[in-house]
């Protein structure tokens, strides 16, 4: 399979400990990181061809710009409005997960700090959303 | 601030109101009574001046009724008419007699036979002349002034006198001085007399047939003072001045000058002109108040309302203010603590983020040492990494405890009737199914229900329950129970256990956040939990105790009264039975 995920996550041992999982668990064959919500909105809306996503893992908390208003803008924009959006980030605020779900995220989940269980949440997040899921 | 000047400014107006009402309508009563004293003293005038002018009419009578009137007669007849008590102010009744011209001698002749030696007819003169004749009560004063005075030689009586003859009616006089002991102003009043049986219709024949006149003197004072003790205020003054005009030269009588007001005072209150025809002439009478008019009751209302409702205005002033002031206090005080929210809840979720990252970090980095160098470690540098994974992971439930525990406070409950049976067993099946080896009867009583939020008291009842779960861990026959008391009213809801129970000294240590009464290793958990359950019985208005022996279990008991959520007579809520067995 040619999959491509879009990791946004500021944080670069959650970024590592992301990458690995999913390497271990063989969904995707390239993930491209970008560090903060400028940066991904460059990639996906910047100049020149790039690889079109299928899946965004979006964490909430980053500088710059932040993880709401990327989503924001993602859904503004015809080429991405229907971009499955996972939130995964550290926060358990209702208002976060309401604000996600209003914006049109597809999934909220909290990384958990036990590794096992974020491993496995990684996991069947991406089994879910790049393989059972039917995209347009 | 604003609203109590309003609220000044409002009770201000009303007072206004009400004084320009009151004081209109005291005006308006003063008013009337003044006017009302007024009219009363110019009636009295009319119908005095009226019986005066009768009994002069009455005098005419006895000239009519007899071919001469001798002096005998006159004087019998004036007696009987007892002037002095029933006409005060009458000083003298007189005949002034008709004497054609060149007949004084002869008249002054037949006058002196009568034996009045010295009379005269002063001033004498060649033309006709009105020689006062009969004068009484004949006193010395009256004698000496009026006898054989020719009243028809001073203009300001002959005027009268010829009118008087042409209409055949009563005329005064302008103002005169009669003199006489008593002085004063006066004026008097000429009724003609015409020869008897003559035609009289018209003014030719009234001339022709005149013979004289019967005179009244009236001396102003005595005449209207009489009048005004009897009928006027002696608060209001009052003037009459003869004639058309004002000024001291018309003035026949002023009351203010008696009752010893000199006119210098304050303008008066109420004042009223009325004039009155008096023998045919015009007579002003002038009303006014003096400064004594208008202490009575009703003059003190308006100052009273004035008064009453400044001092009313200050105190309601006083109070808005002071309630704004409180108010702005207390608002000020909830923002405060509406800003100390904001920074709790933003500080929580810093803690959310920001501290579990790392922890993740610790947890996920030692868990990959384990699975990939593993091999290079032996069993200490392992159990080590083991430790490092729990202790994160531990840390993690903490966090989240804790963030729970605060998010309590500012949650909104949501209320409804909870069945806590229902969620006491499904808790207890959980507990259960997680530790199948177990084995624990619980014995939880049916229908047991309660006003409050159903997720909070399922948090609450996890705690209690879970920690009756965890503490009788250790039991060969463990037993929970969940239930309710009634005492007197009030239900008592409980979780008892047959763990190792606790030692009452430390029972207050039990509720306080991190507070633990057993060690770690020995029973795991946050020391959060009855904390948490704490605020939450809080929350819904009601108390918890522990009870408990060491080595005879532990008991929780609570009370769920959302109606008194005040914390004031909280401790009168467990019955005393109770609170015995629990200190």
Not at chain 2, 102 to 127: C, D, I, K, N, Q
């Amino acid at each position: 399979m040619s999959k491509t995920i879009l990791l946004i996550e500021d944080n670069p041992d959650d970024e590592l400990l992301t990458l690995r999982t999913l390497k271990r668990s063989n969904i995707a064959n390239e993930v491209i990181v970008a560090r903060d919500g400028a940066e991904a909105l460059e990639y996906l809306f910047g100049e020149g061809v790039r690889v079109r996503p299928e899946l965004v893992l979006l964490d909430l908390k980053l500088p710059r710009i932040d993880g709401l208003e990327v989503l924001r803008r993602l859904r503004a924009d015809r080429r991405t409005h229907l971009l499955p959006v996972v939130i995964l980030t550290s926060s358990r605020e209702q208002q976060d997960i309401v604000d996600g779900y209003d914006l049109g995220a597809n999934s909220y989940i909290r990384k958990p700090v036990d590794f096992d269980q974020f491993s496995e949440a990684v996991r069947q997040l991406g089994l879910y959303w790049l393989v059972l899921n039917e995209v347009p | 601030m604003a609203v109590a000047y309003a609220v000044l400014a409002g009770a201000l107006f009303l007072t206004g109101v009400a004084w320009y009402y009151v004081s209109q309508n005291a005006r308006t009563q003063e008013q009337s009574r003044f006017d009302e004293a007024a009219q009363r003293t110019l009636q009295a005038v009319d119908r005095r001046m009226n019986t005066y002018v009768d009994a002069m009419f009455g005098t005419r009578g006895l000239f009519a009724a007899s071919r001469s009137v001798e002096r005998g007669e006159f004087r019998a007849y004036v007696r009987s008419l007892d002037l002095r008590r029933r006409y005060p102010g009458i000083q003298a009744l007189g005949y002034a007699r008709r004497v054609p011209a060149g007949g004084l001698e002869a008249h002054v002749e037949s006058v002196r036979e009568e034996g009045y030696e010295g009379y005269e007819v002063r001033p004498g003169g060649r033309g006709e002349s009105f020689p006062l004749v009969y004068v009484e009560p004949e006193d010395a004063a009256n004698r000496s002034m009026f006898l054989g005075r020719n009243m028809y030689a001073a203009g300001v009586h002959r005027a009268a006198m010829d009118r008087a003859r042409d209409v055949n009616l009563p005329r005064a006089s302008g103002k005169v001085a009669p003199g006489g002991p008593a002085g004063g102003p006066g004026f008097m009043i000429y009724l003609p007399v015409y020869r008897n049986g003559a035609p009289v219709s018209t003014v030719p024949e009234r001339r022709e047939a005149l013979q004289g006149y019967v005179v009244a003197v009236f001396r102003a004072r005595e005449l209207l003072e009489d009048i005004f003790i009897q009928q006027g205020d002696p608060s209001v003054d009052f003037k009459v001045y003869d004639g058309a005009e004002f000024g001291e030269e018309y003035l026949l009588y002023d009351r203010g000058s008696t009752a010893g007001a000199d006119g210098t005072g304050p303008a008066p209150l109420f004042s009223q002109t009325s004039t009155l025809q008096v023998g045919g002439r015009l007579w002003i009478l002038r009303f006014s108040t003096l400064p004594g008019f208008g202490t009575s009751p009703q003059e003190n209302l308006p100052r009273l309302v004035l008064y009453s409702g400044l001092a009313l205005s200050l105190v309601l002033f006083g109070l808005t203010a002071m309630l704004a002031r409180s108010r702005t206090q207390a608002e000020r005080a909830r923002s405060e603590l509406e800003e100390a929210n904001r920074e709790l809840e933003s500080f929580s979720y810093t803690v959310s983020h920001d501290l579990r990252a790392p922890l993740r970090s610790i947890n996920g980095f030692s868990s990959i040492l384990q699975e990939d160098y593993a091999g290079r470690l032996d069993e200490e540098g392992r159990d080590y990494l083991r430790r490092v994974s729990a202790a994160s992971q531990n840390m993690g439930r903490l966090i989240d405890a804790l963030l729970d525990f605060s998010r309590l406070r500012n949650r909104k409950l949501r209320t409804e009737r909870v069945d806590l049976s229902g969620i006491a067993r499904s808790i207890a099946d959980e507990l259960a199914r997680r530790r199948p080896e177990r084995r624990v009867e619980f014995a939880i009583q049916p229908g047991v229900t309660a006003r409050g939020d159903p997720d909070l008291l399922r948090v609450a009842l996890e705690n209690l329950l879970g920690n009756a779960f965890k503490f009788t861990g250790k039991q060969e026959r463990a037993r929970i129970e969940f239930g309710v008391e009634d005492a007197g009213g009030a239900p008592i809801y409980f979780v008892r256990d047959n763990g190792p129970g606790f030692d009452m000294a430390y029972a207050d240590k039990l509720f306080g956040a991190f507070q633990r009464l057993h060690k770690t290793d020995e029973f795991e958990g946050t020391g959060i939990g009855l904390a948490t359950v704490r605020r939450i019985v809080e929350r819904h208005g009601g108390e918890i105790r522990g009870v408990g022996a060491v080595g005879r279990g532990a008991a929780f008991y609570f009370t769920l009264d959302l109606d008194r959520e005040k914390p004031s007579r909280r401790k009168q809520r467990f019955p005393r039975w109770f609170r015995r067995s629990g200190s």
